[in-house]
């Protein structure tokens, strides 16, 4: 590959194909973008769909990654950590998270057989590793996968098509704040709904136990 050509082709391809509609954009723009002439996309990439799709497999390659890392993990995952790196990857890309949504609304244009394909490999790799945890008794035996994986499909896609609004209302620090923030709550709240019941009980339990501990002793009257 010469002086990064393909790179720059999908660096250009992320920023118009999901910015304006497949349609819209030209080869030939494409290729000024990218500061290189038609005939490389046609060398490297076949043509302007074969760029689009190859665009789209390395963007939402990161998020796969990430669910590669979660099926590795050998301890009950820290959810905050792994909401915050899909955000961080929406917040690199904000288009990405509208196009997905629109790609599944509409289930057709470029782009969504890949995609409604990478739906089914989550779903499949989301399920087996529920399976998994739960023989290892690190998640509830009542865990629906399919609820697991939309619950956090709806947790880190809402916000990432909203960026903009809420950088436009909170600010850049503020929105900064309410991200780390949010991700505490909401993977607080995944990783609560996974506890297995009988060691949410024992917690439970415990709770009022160490406040009757830390309860100040009342002074005895002279």
């Not at 030209?26 to 760029?51: C, E, P, V």
């Not at 790799?125 to 609820?147: C, F, H, L, P, Y």
């Amino acid at each position: 590959m010469t002086d990064g050509i393909p790179d720059r082709l999908l660096d250009c391809a992320c920023e118009l194909f999901l910015e304006k509609d497949f349609h819209s954009v030209s080869i030939r723009t494409l290729a000024k973008h990218a500061g290189t002439s038609s005939g490389m996309i046609k060398y490297y990439f076949n043509n302007k769909q074969g760029l689009f799709e190859a665009m789209i497999k390395r963007e939402y390659g990161r998020i796969l990654d990430i669910l590669q890392g979660v099926i590795m993990q050998e301890e009950l995952l820290d959810f905050t950590h792994i909401i915050n790196q899909v955000m961080s990857i929406y917040e690199d890309n904000p288009n990405m998270p509208k196009f997905i949504a629109k790609t599944y609304l509409l289930r057709q244009g470029p782009g969504s057989h890949f995609l409604h394909e990478m739906f089914e490999y989550e779903q499949r790799t989301i399920k087996d590793w529920v399976v998994q945890v739960i023989k290892e008794g690190k998640i509830d035996r009542s865990t629906n996968a399919e609820v697991v994986r939309m619950a956090f499909m709806s947790i880190t896609l809402l916000p990432g098509m909203m960026q903009d609004t809420l950088k436009h209302s909170y600010g850049e620090e503020g929105y900064q704040d309410f991200r780390q923030k949010y991700a505490a709550f909401t993977g607080g709240m995944i990783l609560n709904a996974l506890i297995p019941n009988s060691a949410a009980g024992l917690k439970s339990k415990a709770e009022p136990q160490s406040n009757l501990s830390s309860k100040p002793k009342s002074k005895t009257q002279n």
